[in-house]
């Protein structure tokens, strides 16, 4: 079913080229031996693990997907997804990131960041499984009492337990405030939670001892609205003190979900009958705590759609070079066979380069971000690291976003390459387009993250964040402004960011009067912010290929020929976006209801 390489060349040119990874990362203490050949080491290992062992186990995880015990409510995955896990945990993968007080490598973020694309390159449905765990590590690493880190942590970073996060309920999806389930104190300490959730990735199997399940739920004297919830950790097998494990609590798989792709992961509805949990943090204060889960997922739901991304552009390049259709519209190709392979045809160019620029600026973008994470948690100087956490704030519903709708429409002009055959399972490339849709939806619909990208990180703070980033654009605009082979890219660039400035103070005026011209606004908003955002990485990309494009390696020549394809087809879907955006809320919401 098709093949999945890393792109560890593109991955190495980001990384050392265009970060200067190891160097960002010398600054800070917890990572002075990381050089470039362990970063490089790090990410040859992972694209033979993932190629080898789970790429082999995507087609067939999608087709046989998971299987309910309706007594035991144990769920199977597919077949070779637990011996898979197994390979994961031994290798020492789980740990990579994690604090090696808990057992953990201590490797930077920014490294995991690019294990992940490949990871959810190969298979996405297996990538959930140990996905969520590096968020509940997170959450208890950073709201946990010592106890609390203790026993639960090294399993975690050791990948013997995963977790999960459970927030959503069938009447309440992103408006958490509205969640019924129930915390009631116990003499000892512990709380008996009951209520139901669904939509919960990972939240039963059999490839680990034991799962943490990270629940928000109410006190019995808590406020009404997202003031009240708290966050409770709740095993699947409550832990003894010395980690072993004792009484099944009860807090089981009441069903599967039924869904479009995705089906190798075990997406549950969870019943909570009275089962055994432990506060994480401050009583209602569960949202503070889960934030940190939530945001790390967001970020991964991100690399989710990179990954996918990706690999179906691999596969339709593969497919382009090799399926013979007409002649090209510039005379025969290839004399010697009955027709040309449909890589001649300028609209096959076109689905293909916009796959293959999508997977590079997304690269580019999330690894910027991962790095900034890494400078937010670790560099000795307070303003470098307030300056990081202000970036992160302001790009995270970005790299949701936007990576996510791009996954969606590249991983759709991949299966275009195949013709009729892209709409055959035996192929492989209708799975990446069910795969990629969930990822517009869950962790926060791109809709949300685009209003609290305008509301909360832009127009909160009267646009500092935004301003802040303006000015490294600004900067590297002033740098290379005078550069004439760069004016093909500065010029775009500049443009786009002036115009992101009036956009932006324009739609600020508005919803001051009219909080609903925000809500209207949003979406195509988030979009023209994730082009200026992807323009500033292609024409930083375009200028170390424009100073090596002669040296005989061909890499620099492709790169630069993406980077124009991106300004010259991707990203004049700005102008209409900008138009969107301004076009108001009356459009939208004069119709009475009653009348659609």
């Known amino acids: 079913m098709g093949q999945y390489i890393a792109p560890l060349r593109d991955m190495q040119f980001v990384l050392h080229e265009l970060l200067h990874a190891e160097d960002e990362l010398k600054q800070m203490q917890k990572y002075v031996d990381i050089d470039a050949d362990i970063i490089n080491q790090v990410l040859e290992e992972g694209g033979k693990f993932t190629s080898e062992v789970l790429f082999p186990l995507n087609h067939s995880g999608d087709r046989e997907g998971c299987t309910l015990d309706p007594v035991t409510h144990e769920v199977t995955p597919p077949a070779g997804f637990k011996a898979a896990y197994a390979q994961y945990v031994a290798a020492g993968w789980p740990s990579l990131s994690c604090d090696p007080e808990y057992g953990g490598q201590g490797l930077p973020m920014v490294l995991q960041n690019s294990f992940f694309e490949m990871l959810n390159s190969s298979n996405q449905a297996w990538t959930m499984y140990p996905g969520l765990s590096h968020g509940a590590y997170e959450c208890l690493h950073e ?6 880190k203790a026993l639960y942590l090294p399993k975690l970073v050791s990948g013997e337990w995963t977790g999960t996060m459970c927030l959503t309920e069938a009447h309440c999806g992103t408006d958490l405030g509205l969640l019924r389930s129930k915390a009631e104190p116990q003499a000892d300490g512990s709380y008996k939670i009951t209520g139901s959730k669904i939509f919960i990735s990972a939240g039963e199997h059999d490839m680990v001892q034991n799962i943490l399940h990270l629940v928000l739920a109410r006190l019995p004297d808590a406020p009404q609205g997202t003031h009240g919830i708290s966050l409770f950790i709740v095993p699947k097998f409550l832990p003894n003190a010395d980690g072993t494990l004792g009484a099944r609590n009860p807090i089981f798989c009441g069903a599967l979900e039924e869904k479009m792709g995705i089906h190798g992961n075990a997406t549950c509805q969870m019943n909570i009958d009275g089962a055994t949990g432990w506060m994480i943090g401050q009583p209602n204060k569960g949202l503070n705590a889960m934030f940190v889960m939530m945001n790390a997922a967001r970020l991964g739901v991100g690399m ?3 990954g996918l991304t990706e690999v179906a552009y691999q596969n339709a390049l593969l497919y382009a070079k090799d399926r013979l ?4 519209l ?5 004399a010697d066979k009955p027709a040309d392979p449909i890589i001649v045809h300028p609209d096959v160019r076109r689905m293909l380069l916009t796959a293959k620029a999508y997977a590079e600026g997304g690269r580019a973008f999330s690894s910027y971000v991962a790095l900034q994470i890494d400078r ?3 560099h000795p100087d307070e303003a470098v690291r307030k300056d990081a ?6 790009l995270t519903p970005i790299i949701k976003a936007f990576l996510t709708d791009n996954g969606w429409i590249a991983t759709s002009e991949a299966m275009q390459v195949y013709g009729g055959h892209g709409y055959i399972a035996e192929w492989g490339m209708e799975q990446y387009v069910r795969d990629a849709r969930i990822n517009m939806i869950y962790e926060g619909t791109n809709t949300i993250q685009s209003l609290d990208l305008l509301g909360r990180k832009i127009l909160l703070d009267n646009g500092a964040k935004l301003r802040k980033f303006g000015e490294k654009i600004r900067v590297f605009i002033e740098e290379n402004g005078t550069d004439e082979a760069m004016s093909e890219f500065i010029t775009p660039l500049a443009d786009l960011a002036e115009k992101v400035t009036k956009l932006t103070m324009e739609i600020g005026m508005k919803a001051f009067q009219n909080p609903d011209e925000a ?5 195509p908003y988030l979009r023209v912010a994730g082009h200026l955002v992807y323009a500033y990485f292609f024409a930083q990309m375009a200028r170390l290929a424009l100073a090596k494009q002669d040296g005989g390696d061909n890499f620099y020549k492709a790169k630069l020929a993406t980077s124009r394809f991106y300004f010259a087809r991707l990203l004049p879907e700005t102008a209409m976006l900008i138009r969107q955006a301004r076009s108001g809320s009356a459009n939208l919401m004069a119709l009475d209801a009653e009348l659609f």
């Open 330 to 334: 510039t005379g025969v190709k290839a």
């Open 389 to 394: 956490a202000d970036e992160v704030a302001l």
């Open 519 to 523: 809500g209207a606004a949003a979406v």
């Open 143 to 148: 709201h946990g009492t010592a106890e609390q």
């Open 304 to 306: 989710q759609s990179l």
């Open 325 to 328: 259709q007409m002649r090209s």
């Open 376 to 378: 937010e948690l670790n």
